[in-house]
């Protein structure tokens, strides 16, 4: 069975359609380097079962210029039959930590590893050394490759969450370049005041970000690598909603990290778009949940972490508190998106642990992984359905993953911006 070599989107292609069976092939992986030529070839994928956010229908799609369609284009480069396969939007993570923090050698294998997993779009919620050199090496942010934004230029307040954090991770030889006395004002930006915001503000603006990250942590979130319960641990909330005016200004939406009820209460208040975790302590007010759901605020679910950040004998009553939180935030209407809060990893554990606590039902928890998590991260592209002029991104996988969720770790066809994803160099 030679057939998947024709895969190659630098092969030569005939003139004339071809017609090429995928299921049962190999599951090929491309470094983004390779997959890059054809975005602009025209390719129909026939015989799929599209994931429409409840179920799976038949029907066929059509790329253009790396965009669905469903109407059948005068020329097709390439026909793609996916053979009855169950056809889902790539998958996302609105909330790691993986990249930017060593070299970027060291984050070539986790690049293999995201499209490897079908993780296609992912977001640093905190401090990386990325520069433009280092994204262009590892092929962000183009067909083909892995889609990244940043949520650099984090906000606390003076000793409070990341400090200590940061400071163990610098020992531990993260930040590679950077001093102890740097971390401040490079990894985070410690805010006291209004005045203070505004002198650091063109500081924090360089960072690029897509997001700004702001820390709010209250009395009564006591986790590992954070200060102590007692006092407060990240900003003052009352500058909250001066920080929330100044980033909406200039279109950059505010994604909190939050520990208790009460911060939520204070984010959601002060007008912030998403939370970087649900809270670790207490449990939300009903009106508040219905306030995040009017404003549309997202919500990332960072549940595995807390076998990290909790007390092994903490954690049965913490997993019932987090359920019990997200019940309440679905009932509200509020979205969900993937967030790993992982340092090495896909959201693939993530999702997993999610299934393992039955914090969501299958169908929804597909339509968060695939659907709303690209949509929370990118938020002015469209991305994340099959829909006319979205961008023609998909994962055909071999079984329905909603008879058998293990369908989501086999992967037979990966496509990203029209751009069939392969590995460059096998068997030839
Ligand atoms: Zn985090």
Not at 81 to 106: E, I, M, Q, W, Y
Not at 201 to 225: E, M, N, Y
Not at 373 to 379: C, E, K, L
Request: net charge neutral.
């Amino acid at each position: 069975m030679n057939r998947s070599i024709h895969l190659y989107p630098n092969a030569v292609r005939p003139a004339v359609s071809r017609r090429e069976f995928l299921l049962g092939a190999a599951a090929f992986l491309s470094l983004p380097a390779h997959a890059m030529a054809a975005a602009s070839a025209t390719l129909a994928f026939e015989n799929g079962l599209w994931f429409d956010g409840e179920k799976f229908s038949p029907g066929t799609r059509f790329s253009v210029d790396g965009r669905f369609t469903h109407r059948r284009p005068a020329r097709v480069d390439r026909t793609l039959d996916l053979a009855g396969a169950c056809v889902v939007s790539p998958f996302a993570d609105a909330h790691n930590h993986g990249f930017g923090v060593k070299t970027a050698a060291d984050d070539r294998k986790l690049v293999t590893r995201h499209l490897a997993d079908g993780v296609f779009y992912t977001r640093m919620l905190g401090p990386t050394l990325m520069d433009e050199t280092w994204k262009d090496a590892l092929g962000l942010n183009r067909p083909g490759g892995l889609d990244m934004a940043f949520g650099d230029g984090m906000l606390t307040g003076i000793g409070g969450h990341p400090s200590q954090l940061q400071a163990m991770l610098l020992k531990q030889g993260l930040y590679p370049g950077l001093t102890a006395d740097q971390l401040d004002g490079t990894t985070y930006f410690q805010i006291e005041s209004v005045a203070d915001l505004e002198a650091k503000w063109s500081k924090i603006r360089a960072k690029h970000g897509d997001i700004l990250k702001v820390v709010l942590q209250s009395p009564g979130g006591r986790t590992a690598f954070a200060p102590p319960a007692t006092k407060r641990a990240g900003l003052d909330p009352e500058l909250l909603p001066a920080i929330v005016r100044k980033a909406h200004q200039e279109n950059l939406p505010v994604a909190a990290h939050i520990a208790t009820a009460s911060d939520f209460r204070d984010a959601v208040g002060a007008g912030v778009d998403q939370l970087a975790h649900p809270p670790t302590f207490g449990m939300i007010d009903k009106a508040d949940a219905e306030l995040a759901a009017r404003h549309g605020v997202v919500v990332m679910t960072t549940a595995a972490n807390l076998k990290i950040l909790l007390p092994p004998a903490d954690l049965p009553e913490a997993l019932d508190r987090l359920r019990a939180n997200y019940r309440l935030l679905q009932a509200a209407g509020v979205k969900f998106a993937i967030g790993s809060d992982n340092v090495s990893d896909t959201s693939i554990g993530e999702v997993a642990f999610l299934r393992e606590i039955k914090a969501f039902d299958d169908v929804h928890l597909l339509r968060i992984w695939s659907t709303d998590t690209p949509a929370a991260i990118f938020p002015k592209r469209r991305l994340g359905r099959f829909d006319d002029g979205y961008e023609a991104s998909l994962l055909a996988l071999d079984g329905d993953p909603l008879r058998d969720w293990s369908a989501t770790r086999r992967i037979r066809l990966r496509v990203k911006q029209g751009v069939v994803l392969e590995e460059p160099a096998r068997g030839a």
